[in-house]
Every structure is written in C-alpha cells, then in structure tokens.
C-alpha cells in the first residue's frame, strides 16, 4: 500500500444511485474485513462479494490502498457515533456517572470481529501513512470527547491537564481490547476493576 491519501484519487458519487453502490462495495470490504481480515480484502474479493465488475470498484476506488482507507474511516466514523453520546449522557448525571460511562465503553470490546478490525488497523498503520492518518484522525476525535468530559466536570482544570488526561484514557482502554479479547489474554472480574478504578481516577 502506498502512502498517499486516502482522499487522493477517490470518486465522490454526485448521485443518491452513485452513493448507494459506494455504500455497497463499503458493505462488501468490511464484510471481508471482518470475516477474513485484511489479507483476504482485495479488489476483486470485493468484486465477487458484492457481485459486481472488478472495473465498478475501480471506479469508485481506483486503488487498494482508497479502497482500504474508506472502509476504516467508515467503520471508525460509526463507533464515534456510538462513543460520543456516552460522554455527553455521562456528563449530564450529578455527578457524572464515570464508571456508566466506562463500562459502556469497554462493552465495544465485546464485539470479537470489531476488536479484529481495530487489530487490524493498528497493524496497518505501522505500515501505511494513509491508514495511519485515519487513525490518527479517530484517535484524536475520541480523545477530544474525552477532554470534552473533563472540561465539562471541571472547567477550571487547564486544557494541557485536559488533553494529557484524555490521552492516557483512550490508551488504556482501547489498549485494554487486546487484553479482554483474547487476542493477547482473556478477561478477568480482577483486572477489570482495576482498569475501571484507574480510568475513572483520571477523570475525576
């Protein structure tokens, strides 16, 4: 995969029709992504899967590389529509329901094939500047929510305190889905107390 932008060479459909096939071939790659991971999501899998001419995906996705990127962005654009009313329903409690809002969080990790695109991802972004820059992209959305919360519950906190708290938060739980997965160990009632106690603490 190159490292160009995933925006570069992309066909934005002018059409409702034109969306909706783009939606579809989106379908089709994820549906791969998921089932079979990325080694297995090509051009013409995609092809195949949403029973269409290699030249259609061509069309709208001139490369792999495109291809790839618009999935992610898609597959991670509907997680922060899930995450983002967590925070802001959180911050509304008196006082804000931190733990709620945890583990509303880590139940993302209970979806095995959603876990197995984020490993996906991770691996990718090691080795494309252009997946990497959609990570970077959601990674730093998912934060914002996060120092959206604290600022919310403690205004006079600096916005330095802010970032720096909600960064370390997202690391730790999404770092946490490959320990809760079973991808690298398996769940246990001990240690996610601990993580919820430790999350929770920098958001207080």
């Not at 195949?48 to 990127?69: C, E, K, M, N």
């Not at 006079?156 to 889905?177: H, N, Y």
């Not at 991808?183 to 603490?201: M, P, S």
């Amino acid at each position: 995969m190159s490292g160009r932008s995933p925006e570069q060479g992309k066909r934005t459909p002018t059409t409702t029709k034109g969306a909706q096939r783009r939606a579809a071939l989106l379908d089709a790659a994820e549906k791969i992504l998921f089932e079979s991971g990325y080694g297995e999501l090509t051009m013409r899998a995609v092809a195949a899967t949403a029973q269409t001419r290699l030249g259609h995906v061509q069309y709208y996705f001139p490369s792999r590389t495109d291809l790839i990127a618009a999935v992610l962005r898609r597959t991670l654009d509907r997680s922060l529509d899930r995450l983002a009313p967590l925070f802001a329903d959180a911050a509304e409690h008196t006082p804000p329901d931190t733990e709620g809002l945890i583990r509303q969080l880590l139940a993302e990790h209970d979806d095995p094939r959603l876990v197995r695109v984020y490993a996906e991802l991770w691996a990718l972004a090691g080795r494309d500047e252009a997946v990497a820059a959609v990570t970077r992209t959601f990674y730093g959305e998912y934060q914002d929510h996060v120092a959206g919360f604290l600022r919310a519950r403690n205004p006079a906190l600096p916005d330095t305190v802010c970032q720096a708290r909600a960064r370390v938060f997202t690391v730790l739980i999404e770092g946490a889905s490959l320990f809760r997965s079973g991808i690298a160990a398996h769940r246990t009632e001990e240690a996610d107390a601990e993580l919820i106690n430790t999350a929770g603490a920098l958001l207080d």
